[in-house]
């Protein structure tokens, strides 16, 4: 008997030992680089021809959209996430940040077996939106104006709850709507939420909002947003997105009133072969107190779109986009002046691994 025991106990410490020499750290390595041509017909003299877009914002140059290195690190339940990046979508899109080289920088903890709760901390994707800056993965090839001007990035802590694979809840608690450094230590942390249902494989709706307070003309106003997509891919050829982004702003100093803005898109993309694909968007975007897009009038644009993808490999992709917006006021720029409408071509060249 007690030669068992001394053999059970032996055995089980060489399974213990065993388990824990098991447990080997996972290192992944992707990336992600997009080169591109836009030509803007109203040939503005600005460096950024378009003041509330932050991809492929540059007229009659070959440039790089966005460059990005990522490293992940899995060991046991947590793992880390790192990401560097560069291009001209950085330069116009971080110009307010200290750290302008991360794009991402987080640490995951699974809270249990199944995976089912997670936490998250530090520079995380945005939860918000359909639309991601590396745009291979878009519709379209340049984002939509709801896209362009809701966060890219949150900087804060995320929990999530995964109770089976239809259903997905997100709480979050940030520094702020899209950002790193936070101007005034004394406001208090943002508030965000994410609902994910996808009743099947080839649709997914999509409910994330967000509350916390931020600047509107050099005051600190609340501000309440909310994002609602439907995604939904017909069978091999059709797949579609209807999108509705929502938001009001309170104007401190102008007795705690109410700024309304909005933003519907429609995006369907057929896929002729395994080879070619296209995409049509149509969008409007409303904001007449300049809350997000700043041009110093009032903002009613209706815009389209219409693209033509070549998947070269399953890594590389070719596409050109035409895109033409129209504006009730003038708040383009043509030339030296302003004008009511805005015609781009735009091409792109990506590969990511």
């Known amino acids: 008997?007690?030669?068992?025991?001394?053999?059970?106990?032996?055995?089980?410490?060489?399974?213990?030992?065993?388990?824990?020499?098991?447990?080997?750290?996972?290192?992944?390595?992707?990336?992600?680089?997009?080169?591109?041509?836009?030509?803007?017909?109203?040939?503005?003299?600005?460096?950024?021809?378009?003041?509330?877009?932050?991809?492929?914002n540059r007229h009659n140059e070959f440039n790089i959209n966005v460059g990005v290195l990522r490293a992940k690190a899995e060991y046991d339940n947590a793992y880390a996430t790192i990401a560097?990046?560069?291009?001209?979508?950085?330069?116009?899109?971080?110009?307010?940040?200290?750290?302008?080289?991360?794009?991402?920088?987080?640490?995951?903890?699974?809270?249990?077996?199944?995976?089912?709760?997670?936490?998250?901390?530090?520079?995380?994707?945005?939860?918000?939106?359909?639309?991601?800056?590396?745009?291979?993965?878009?519709?379209?090839?340049?984002?939509s104006l709801l896209a362009e001007n809701s966060p890219y990035f949150m900087t804060g802590a995320k929990y999530t709850y995964k109770p089976n694979g239809k259903w997905l809840f997100s709480?979050?608690?940030?520094?702020?709507?899209?950002?790193?450094?936070?101007?005034?230590?004394?406001?208090?942390?943002?508030?965000?939420?994410?609902?994910?249902?996808?009743?099947?494989?080839?649709?997914?709706?999509?409910?994330?909002?967000?509350?916390?307070?931020?600047?509107?003309?050099?005051?600190w106003g609340m501000r309440y947003f909310s994002n609602l997509y439907w995604d939904k891919q017909w069978n091999s050829k059709w797949r579609t997105i209807l999108g509705f982004d929502a938001g009001l702003q309170t104007d401190v100093a102008d007795n705690d009133t109410k700024l309304f803005w909005m933003s519907p898109a429609v995006l369907a993309q057929y896929s002729w072969t395994s080879k070619w694909q296209t995409a049509f968007r149509i969008e409007y975007y409303?904001?007449?107190?300049?809350?997000?897009?700043?041009?110093?009038?009032?903002?009613?644009?209706?815009?389209?779109?219409?693209?033509?993808?070549?998947?070269?490999?399953?890594?590389v992709k070719f596409r050109t986009e035409a895109r033409y917006l129209s504006g009730q006021e003038k708040v383009f720029v043509k030339e030296t002046s302003l004008t009511n409408d805005n015609l781009c071509i735009t091409t792109s060249l990506s590969f990511e691994f």
Do not use: C
């Open 171 to 219: 709480g979050l608690v940030t520094n702020g709507w899209q950002r790193i450094n936070k101007p005034d230590k004394n406001v208090s942390p943002a508030l965000g939420s994410q609902i994910v249902f996808k009743p099947s494989t080839q649709s997914t709706f999509n409910w994330s909002t967000f509350i916390g307070k931020e600047l509107y003309y050099n005051e």
């Open 286 to 315: 409303q904001d007449k107190n300049n809350v997000m897009v700043g041009v110093g009038d009032a903002f009613k644009t209706f815009g389209t779109s219409f693209n033509l993808d070549y998947l070269i490999n399953d890594k």
């Open 1 to 56: 008997m007690r030669s068992f025991i001394k053999l059970s106990l032996t055995l089980l410490v060489f399974n213990i030992g065993l388990a824990q020499e098991n447990k080997a750290l996972k290192l992944s390595f992707s990336g992600y680089l997009e080169t591109y041509y836009a030509y803007d017909f109203n040939r503005p003299e600005t460096q950024a021809k378009l003041p509330f877009m932050y991809n492929y």
């Open 84 to 143: 560097l990046h560069s291009g001209t979508y950085v330069e116009d899109n971080f110009t307010n940040e200290n750290t302008k080289i991360i794009s991402e920088a987080y640490l995951g903890l699974y809270l249990d077996e199944t995976k089912k709760s997670t936490v998250e901390v530090g520079i995380l994707p945005s939860y918000i939106g359909f639309e991601s800056a590396t745009s291979a993965s878009n519709l379209t090839l340049t984002r």
